[in-house]
């Protein structure tokens, strides 16, 4: 992976500061088939090219050797103040393939610092809806159980903000399964439809018709529950100060 970060370095001109898995690896439901989804943030590394009357390419995409795609730092700065989910999903992923000077250590103290919980709560909510949705319309039972699984770790990060009070790595389902509400109905629906996936197995359809259920369930309880999350701090001051420095450190990996 570090000869791949280099090659896109030296072939788009740009210094890679953070860089992780997403997708299915990074929620830890992958098969031995699945790709690789890698996701980065990155600077150039002329300063003259911030400075040029054209913006520089914001987004680099590949699709191999993995599905990829990076960030300009500056791109990701400003979604960052409205409070972007990618983001948020990026800097908590387990599995860290560049953290230069840390910055993925700073990525989460700001998100932590500013986000909105009501603008990712209102997020994840209309993702739970539209994937239930998509369920429902199902006529393929292995898409509708993927689809299933989508809605349901959507309503569980709605969840973990209304619990936790705050943002860190505890929304997110994978970290779940080791804390001490191992056996709520939803994390036990959620781990069943996981090890479906990773097995390529069905569930019966009486298992189907109970997450389901739950999943409506849980819908009626957090749309209200959206409503008193807060709606973050600013955050402009402290990303265009991180983005001078980060302009002005070459820096090395952690």
């Given amino acids: 992976m570090e000869e791949w970060l280099k090659k896109i370095e030296t072939d788009h001109h740009i210094d890679v500061l953070f860089a992780c898995e997403a997708g299915s690896r990074a929620w830890g439901y992958h098969s031995p088939e699945s790709d690789r989804d890698i996701r980065y943030i990155y600077k150039y590394k002329e300063l003259r090219d911030y400075l040029s009357i054209d913006d520089p390419p914001e987004v680099i995409d590949h699709s191999f050797p993995f599905d990829s795609q990076g960030w300009d730092v500056k791109k990701a700065f400003r979604l960052m103040r409205k409070s972007n989910p990618s983001l948020l999903e990026w800097s908590y992923s387990p599995i860290v393939y560049r953290n230069r000077d840390g910055f993925g250590n700073k990525l989460r103290e700001i998100i932590k610092y500013g986000y909105s919980p009501y603008s990712l709560g209102k997020h994840y909510l209309n993702l739970a809806k539209r994937n239930l949705k998509d369920a429902e319309g199902s006529s393929n039972l292995a898409g509708r159980q993927k689809q299933l699984l989508y809605s349901l770790r959507s309503l569980m990060i709605i969840k973990g903000l209304s619990e936790n009070q705050e943002i860190s790595a505890r929304l997110f389902p994978g970290c779940m399964k080791h804390s001490s509400d191992g056996t709520s109905p939803e994390l036990a629906a959620y781990l069943k439809l996981v090890n479906a996936r990773k097995n390529s197995s069905l569930l019966f359809p009486g298992e189907v018709e109970e997450v ?28 265009d100060k991180w983005f001078w420095e980060s302009l002005e450190s070459q820096g090395k990996d952690t």
């Avoid at 389901?212 to 990303?239: A, S, W």
């Fill in 212 to 239: 389901m259920e739950l999943i409506h369930c849980l819908l009626n309880c957090l749309e209200e529950t959206v409503e008193d999350f807060g709606t973050g701090k600013q955050m402009t001051e402290l990303l």
